[in-house]
């Protein structure tokens, strides 16, 4: 609804976001707050349709300066890179540290995860990277660079806490944990879950850290999917070594801390990561994305049955709505090692064969 309004009179609204801009007028507008339950309930701020024009004009300039210094191991919302990639960079990574194709080398690996992530992070430790990179470019003239300061600032500092509309019932937004809310968070801290900067400053934010474990720690076999992270080596107490250095350095530099929980374990035990268990010469899907998909068959079996049919009308309503949903779930496995997996689920739940 808010695209609409903002398309009505898209060239008046258009020149007065400009003008906005321009005379340093601008202010973040109302955001819209509502609350997703799966995989675990999360609070979500969606900026007004204008702002988030904004945030892709403050993205795409500080993309360009950014992306040059960015880890090839960090995948999260970058071009070219996501989930998938960050699953087939991992596997490549297993092998390596095992010894090559045919290696049989012992390894392990640490996977660790940050708390409480987005709400954690400082606004101004962020602003502050952002300053000292477009500071220091030399090919953008200094009204630009003071401009682009000016409106990134705008958008770190604002609190859409302040200035929001809640979309969720009651006993849905009370889902969210206290600790994981943007209302409750310190002042200076916390981003919005849902904004295109947000992704995007989360990458500036832990670009210290993948540059840290790079030169410092000098790890040669690493990935790292926003907070969600894996270190492999040779050597066990050499990954136990990294922890404590890591745990330091996020308290120290970013204020940022590790979740208790730590996976410390032999890679040949596969490694659970962005919904796949990846293993050094084979993938699979994730048992709780296995048993979810399950889950959403057996509910459409039960409908089909109910009204006395063996599959879904092609072209009604159902059958789109089943079939998408179906696709993307198929699109997940097609990159892992599920063709049994596949078989399995045609021969259980014969009605899908229509939609293969």
């Given at each position: 609804?808010?695209?609409?309004?903002?398309?009505?009179?898209?060239?008046?609204?258009?020149?007065?976001?400009?003008s906005a801009l321009n005379n340093k007028t601008y202010k973040p507008g109302r955001s819209v707050c509502f609350t997703v339950l799966n995989p675990k309930p999360?609070?979500?701020?969606?900026?007004?349709?204008?702002?988030?024009?904004?945030?892709?004009?403050?993205?795409?300039?500080?993309?360009?300066?950014?992306?040059?210094?960015?880890?090839?191991?960090?995948?999260?919302?970058?071009?070219?890179?996501?989930?998938?990639?960050?699953?087939?960079?991992?596997?490549?990574?297993?092998?390596?540290?095992?010894?090559?194709?045919?290696?049989?080398?012992?390894?392990?690996?640490?996977?660790?995860?940050?708390?409480?992530?987005?709400?954690?992070?400082?606004?101004?430790?962020?602003?502050?990277?952002?300053?000292?990179?477009?500071?220091?470019?030399?090919?953008?003239?200094?009204?630009?660079?003071?401009?682009?300061?000016?409106?990134?600032?705008?958008?770190?500092?604002?609190?859409?806490?302040?200035?929001?509309?809640?979309?969720?019932?009651?006993?849905?937004?009370?889902?969210?944990?206290?600790?994981?809310?943007?209302?409750?968070?310190?002042?200076?801290?916390?981003?919005?879950?849902?904004?295109?900067?947000?992704?995007?400053?989360?990458?500036?934010?832990?670009?210290?850290?993948?540059?840290?474990?790079?030169?410092?720690?000098?790890?040669?076999?690493?990935?790292?999917?926003?907070?969600?992270?894996?270190?492999?080596?040779?050597?066990?107490?050499?990954?136990?070594?990294?922890?404590?250095?890591?745990?330091?350095?996020?308290?120290?530099?970013?204020?940022?801390?590790?979740?208790?929980?730590?996976?410390?374990?032999?890679?040949?035990?596969?490694?659970?990561?962005?919904?796949?268990?990846?293993?050094?010469?084979?993938?699979?899907v994730r048992k709780r994305v296995l048993h979810n998909f399950k889950e959403k068959l057996s509910i459409a079996n039960k409908e089909l049955l109910e009204n006395n049919r063996f599959f879904f009308e092609k072209g009604s309503f159902e059958e789109k709505a089943f079939r998408s949903s179906f696709s993307s779930y198929l699109?997940?496995?097609?990159?892992?090692?599920?063709?049994?997996?596949?078989?399995?689920?045609?021969?259980?739940?014969?009605?899908?064969?229509?939609?293969?």
């Amino acid at each position: 609804m808010n695209a609409l309004r903002f398309e009505e009179n898209l060239e008046a609204n258009l020149r007065e976001l400009y003008s906005a801009l321009n005379n340093k007028t601008y202010k973040p507008g109302r955001s819209v707050c509502f609350t997703v339950l799966n995989p675990k309930p999360r609070e979500i701020f969606a900026a007004d349709f204008r702002d988030r024009i904004v945030h892709h004009v403050i993205v795409s300039a500080l993309e360009s300066m950014f992306e040059p210094i960015f880890s090839e191991n960090s995948f999260a919302c970058r071009k070219q890179k996501g989930t998938h990639k960050a699953v087939k960079h991992l596997q490549r990574n297993m092998r390596k540290v095992m010894g090559g194709n045919c290696g049989r080398k012992r390894a392990y690996f640490l996977q660790l995860d940050i708390s409480n992530f987005f709400m954690s992070i400082d606004k101004q430790i962020l602003f502050s990277l952002i300053e000292k990179r477009v500071s220091g470019n030399t090919g953008w003239s200094d009204d630009f660079k003071h401009d682009l300061l000016w409106v990134s600032n705008k958008v770190i500092f604002h609190d859409p806490a302040s200035n929001y509309t809640q979309k969720s019932p009651k006993w849905v937004s009370g889902l969210v944990p206290s600790h994981k809310s943007l209302v409750n968070v310190e002042k200076g801290k916390g981003l919005p879950i849902g904004n295109h900067t947000s992704q995007f400053f989360a990458n500036v934010y832990l670009n210290e850290l993948d540059q840290f474990i790079k030169k410092e720690l000098k790890c040669r076999y690493y990935v790292r999917y926003v907070d969600d992270f894996i270190l492999l080596s040779e050597n066990k107490e050499e990954l136990l070594g990294y922890f404590w250095k890591i745990k330091e350095f996020l308290e120290t530099c970013l204020l940022l801390n590790l979740k208790n929980e730590a996976t410390l374990l032999p890679v040949t035990n596969g490694i659970d990561f962005l919904g796949y268990v990846t293993k050094p010469w084979s993938i699979f899907v994730r048992k709780r994305v296995l048993h979810n998909f399950k889950e959403k068959l057996s509910i459409a079996n039960k409908e089909l049955l109910e009204n006395n049919r063996f599959f879904f009308e092609k072209g009604s309503f159902e059958e789109k709505a089943f079939r998408s949903s179906f696709s993307s779930y198929l699109g997940h496995f097609k990159h892992a090692d599920s063709f049994r997996l596949k078989q399995q689920v045609m021969k259980e739940f014969p009605f899908t064969k229509m939609c293969l």
